[in-house]
């Protein structure tokens, strides 16, 4: 109980540090809290928290698609932006297998910052805001791979309650 506690006031300081224009908080974003029961939300997802075979006491989120071979992977995490703020996000990520077990797979990722914003008019929560235009690449034989985008909330509304930093990666084909 103590232990949720301390969990519950971290979370709520660094709310209150992004409300300030401070940097956006991903519990357990370094996946090195084994137990951690960091609030993810996967769609069609499973998302478990393993050891890297390539860098040694390292841990890592793995996920792996629920569905068809064709599905899109989801790592989604609650956070809390500030309206106007700008944000610099760096992150590795490596592809390990398709669903049949082969290396070869190439896929593409894009980062995407969700939160409540207009849309033709009207209030959306959860509106997609994704970054990186461009197609970015990546196969198993890449390794693990640096990220790094920067995006800027929009300043338009400062509903705060369903803001998520995603990432989701689409099997090509």
Known sequence: ???????KKAREEAQSAADNGGPFFIENADAEDVDSKANLTTGSTTVTIVEDDLRTGNHAYKLVPTG????WTYFRA?????AGATYKVEFDLRILTDLDGNAGVDVTSKVNPRYTDMVNGAVKNSADHPLNKEVVTQSASDGWVRH???FTVNNNLDIRD????????????
């Open 1 to 7: 109980m103590k232990q949720e506690q301390e969990d």
């Open 78 to 82: 609650n956070t809390r932006f500030k």
């Open 68 to 71: 068809e071979r064709q599905t």
């Open 148 to 150: 790094s985008f920067t």
């Open 162 to 173: 369903n803001d998520q930093f995603t990432v989701f990666i689409d099997p090509k084909g």
